[in-house]
């Protein structure tokens, strides 16, 4: 099955709390679908040549996820704090080596 990265933004101003991530983590991992994921700190942007693009602000973290196919994993997201709180979520397919 393939991973699928889910990219939280920060176009919320909900504050999702501990208690609501731990229960939707957990639900990913009862069903195996968890694979990894963290918050997104700061950082910068580089380039060989020419000046680089800024750094977006706008992605806070990522969950790495198991699911059959796209709409597996857009109904994997759904209890997402995030997503509950009428956030975005973007959802991106890895692509194996």
Partial sequence: MPDFLLLMHN??????SPKLWELYL?????????VGGS???GGTTIRRFD???P????????IRITAKDL?????LAEG??????????????LIPD
């Fill in 80 to 93: 997402n704090p995030v997503l509950e709180a009428g956030g975005t979520i973007e959802i991106r397919e």
């Fill in 71 to 75: 709409d597996e994993a857009k109904r």
């Fill in 51 to 53: 000046i680089a693009a």
């Fill in 11 to 16: 176009d919320t101003k909900a504050d999702e």
């Fill in 55 to 62: 750094l977006t602000t706008h992605v806070t973290g990522f």
């Fill in 39 to 41: 918050a997104v700190g």
């Fill in 26 to 34: 957990q639900s990913l991992r009862t069903i195996g679908a968890f």
